[in-house]
């Protein structure tokens, strides 16, 4: 299996189901779930370690309580830090879901923003390996290591970004100088739309992946997603059906499934049909810690939603 290199945060998730987000002014109750380790690039390294894929850990671990709570849950992974801050501790943030599980987040940043490239440098690279990274942490204050560090320093590794909703911060010619053929963006509708601009969503990504040699995966929610890969058709991957309780982390759940994909060497639409397989079951629990075993996904029984035909 090709080894997965996970770069980005780790931070405390308080996860609250509100009926409805609150009016400027308003007092709402709440219903809390507690406490628990989130963050994109960690919600991706735990599912990876849970489908048993080779791993080198990314992530930053600070000094402070959610530091201590980072290191113990990777400790239960059976991953060791190698990036530490001395200065901060990890952020966290407020996780507040709705009844048809759309979710908001108010974020305390912390050490996972630090990037450092001769700290990247550092680590090890196998010249097959697949780089997975965040948009969060490529958009963030210190963002542009992150940005120089992949444009410079991985010359042969698939790379894989969730360029989530900090799409808007990153500068332009950074996504332009994303090496062709072996890069990889997934991103959802509203992102989609960001970079590709409105119309036929599809034929948009389509052409973009044609004129920038780029691989898109348009993630549709239970509509599916779409793989537009540079001149070749785009292709259509159901979606699987389940009942959803919250959407938190199931961007995140996706990419591992593609990563894990990529690592077993499977086709990109096979890849994408476990992403797609994999946020199925997350956003069937609450939170975002019900990433799946390779036995849980064999024991799933999920059916695909297939589309309408006329």
């Known amino acids: 299996?090709?080894?997965?290199?996970?770069?980005?945060?780790?931070?405390?998730?308080?996860?609250?189901?509100?009926?409805?987000?609150?009016?400027?002014?308003?007092?709402?109750?709440?219903?809390?779930?507690?406490?628990?380790?989130?963050?994109?690039?960690?919600?991706?390294?735990?599912?990876?370690?849970?489908l048993q894929i080779p791993l080198?850990?990314?992530?930053?671990?600070?000094?402070?309580?959610?530091?201590?709570?980072?290191?113990?849950?990777?400790?239960?992974l059976g991953v060791k830090p190698i990036l530490t801050s001395d200065t901060q501790d990890n952020g966290w943030c407020?996780?507040?879901?709705?009844?048809?599980g759309e979710r908001t987040f108010i974020s305390i940043p912390g050490c996972e923003e630090e990037w450092n490239r001769a700290e990247l440098q550092a680590l090890p690279l196998p010249t097959e390996g697949i780089i997975y990274a965040s948009g969060y942490e490529l958009g963030c204050q210190q963002g542009e290591a992150l940005q120089e560090w992949l444009l410079h320093d991985c010359p042969t590794q698939t790379i894989v970004l969730d360029?989530?909703?900090?799409?808007?911060?990153?500068?332009?010619d950074f996504i332009a100088?994303?090496?062709?053929?072996?890069?990889i963006l997934t991103v959802n509708r509203d992102e989609a739309r960001f970079l590709c601009g409105d119309g036929d969503l599809i034929q948009l990504a389509v052409e973009y992946a044609n004129h920038n040699g780029i691989t898109l995966i348009v993630r549709l929610d239970s509509q599916g997603a779409w793989l537009c890969q540079p001149h070749k058709q785009p292709q259509f991957v159901p979606a699987y059906q389940v009942s959803v309780v919250d959407t938190i982390g199931a961007g995140d759940a996706h990419t591992a499934g593609v990563l894990a994909g990529l690592s077993h060497g499977l086709s990109l639409?096979?890849?994408?049909?476990?992403?797609?397989?994999?946020?199925?079951?997350?956003?069937?629990?609450?939170?975002?810690?019900?990433?799946?075993?390779?036995?849980?996904?064999?024991?799933?029984?999920?059916?695909?939603?297939?589309?309408?035909?006329?």
Do not use: Y
């Open 1 to 50: 299996m090709r080894t997965v290199i996970v770069i980005g945060a780790a931070a405390g998730d308080c996860v609250l189901s509100i009926a409805r987000m609150p009016r400027r002014g308003e007092d709402i109750a709440a219903r809390d779930h507690g406490w628990q380790i989130g963050g994109c690039a960690f919600n991706v390294l735990r599912a990876l370690s849970r």
């Open 94 to 100: 407020f996780a507040l879901t709705e009844p048809d």
């Open 163 to 172: 360029l989530g909703p900090r799409l808007a911060a990153l500068p332009r």
């Open 269 to 310: 639409k096979e890849c994408v049909d476990l992403g797609n397989h994999v946020a199925a079951i997350v956003v069937s629990q609450q939170g975002p810690a019900g990433a799946p075993t390779i036995t849980e996904i064999q024991q799933s029984n999920l059916k695909k939603v297939m589309p309408e035909t006329s």
């Open 177 to 183: 100088q994303l090496p062709a053929n072996r890069t």
């Open 56 to 76: 080198v850990n990314g992530i930053r671990v600070g000094k402070g309580q959610w530091g201590e709570h980072v290191r113990h849950v990777l400790s239960e």
